[in-house]
């Protein structure tokens, strides 16, 4: 079965400290991976997404993630955080092309200290 | 720029009441979709729609119902609203110009049945 996994619910980081979110996933064919980010209040952004080339991809905000195969992962990273880089963030996995079902991690929330 | 267009933003239903939550998007996209969000659950998809005419149920149909008949507009029915329906609903389309498009979501319906 097709599954997202992303182990922390809340992670609290320090403003300036780097930052690595993770997700795991089970998807039985080649995957198109995705991080989007949601803000209180509004709608899913998209971070970044996957699905073949570079296996780091760069995305808005200063964000990257890495696909490792080997390992089934999709790590978010950031090499500094901001106090507004605080938000919930959504790993995703589904199909390239068709009508792009995807299967949704159940967000982690990070939390920024001053 | 519009993007996909969510109304209302919030709304409080009594047991047993319909209403229609409306989605509207202004890029084109054929492809448009239905999820909705419980705390700590990720996005659920409810139905999607490849074009105008076209719907399909998605994991969690029931106690909902779409239509389509135009590009622009995806409206989401409740029949009978049960407590179970409480939940953030996400508007999201997609284009077809492309297998590598990402969904673009809207920023939600907050919806309470009591």
């Known amino acids: 079965a097709q599954s997202v996994t992303q182990p922390d619910i809340h992670i609290t980081v320090s403003e300036g400290a780097s930052l690595e979110l993770r997700c795991n996933y089970s998807?039985?064919?080649?995957?198109?991976l995705f991080w989007y980010v949601q803000s209180p209040g509004q709608g899913l952004q998209l971070l970044l997404k996957y699905f073949s080339g570079d296996t780091l991809v760069q995305g808005i905000k200063g964000f990257e993630a890495e696909f490792k195969r080997s390992q089934s992962s999709f790590n978010l990273r950031k090499p500094s955080v901001h106090w507004s880089d605080a938000a919930e963030y959504f790993c995703a996995v589904g199909a390239l092309g068709g009508f792009q079902k995807l299967v949704f991690g159940t967000g982690t929330r990070l939390l920024v200290s001053p | 720029n519009a993007g996909v267009t969510q109304t209302p933003k919030f709304r409080i239903l009594k047991i047993g009441q319909s209403m229609t939550l409306q989605c509207t998007q202004d890029m084109n996209h054929n492809y448009m979709y239905w999820y909705r969000q419980d705390p700590g659950m990720g996005l659920k998809l409810i139905y999607y729609?490849?074009?105008?005419?076209?719907?399909d149920k998605g994991e969690v149909p029931n106690g909902y119902n779409v239509s389509r008949s135009t590009t622009e507009d995806f409206p989401l029915r409740l029949e009978l609203a049960a407590p179970s329906q409480t939940s953030v609903y996400f508007c999201a389309s997609r284009s077809q110009q492309g297998a590598d498009q990402p969904q673009h979501f809207g920023d939600g319906t907050r919806l309470s049945i009591l």
């Open positions: 729609s490849v074009g105008a005419g076209i719907t």
């Open positions: 998807y039985g064919a080649t995957p198109y």
